[in-house]
């Protein structure tokens, strides 16, 4: 995970136009990100710090990747702080698919905690 932590430019995943998709090339790093993050999602409590990082990227693709994630870890694995990321995600975030599932996502907490 070290590796994957050096790689990705914490700035430069961070910023960005709301709801891009990556293909430009400046994307480059978000779609590195998006790949690790897809595999995340089998390892919970792996990598929540890159899954933080996703939810805070402009890439609707790394957003949903982080989301898939937290979806399927349990909760006592998420990042610390996370809840108040979905909860705007739910609210406002662009994309429907990732308002619904972030609400989704959400539902889980007061179940599981």
Do not use: C
Request: net charge neutral.
């Amino acid at each position: 995970m070290s590796l994957a932590r050096d790689a990705f430019p914490r700035q430069a995943i961070a910023n960005g136009a709301p709801d891009s998709l990556w293909f430009d090339p400046e994307f480059r790093a978000h779609y590195a990100l998006d790949w690790t993050l897809q595999e995340l999602r089998r390892f919970p409590g792996t990598g929540g710090d890159l899954v933080a990082l996703g939810l805070s990227s402009p890439s609707i693709m790394n957003r949903g990747r982080s989301l898939v994630a937290l979806k399927a870890w349990p909760v006592d694995h998420w990042p610390a702080g996370v809840s108040e990321r979905l909860r705007e995600i739910a609210s406002s975030d662009g994309h429907e698919k990732n308002r619904t599932l972030a609400a989704e996502v959400l539902a889980r907490v007061d179940r599981e905690r």
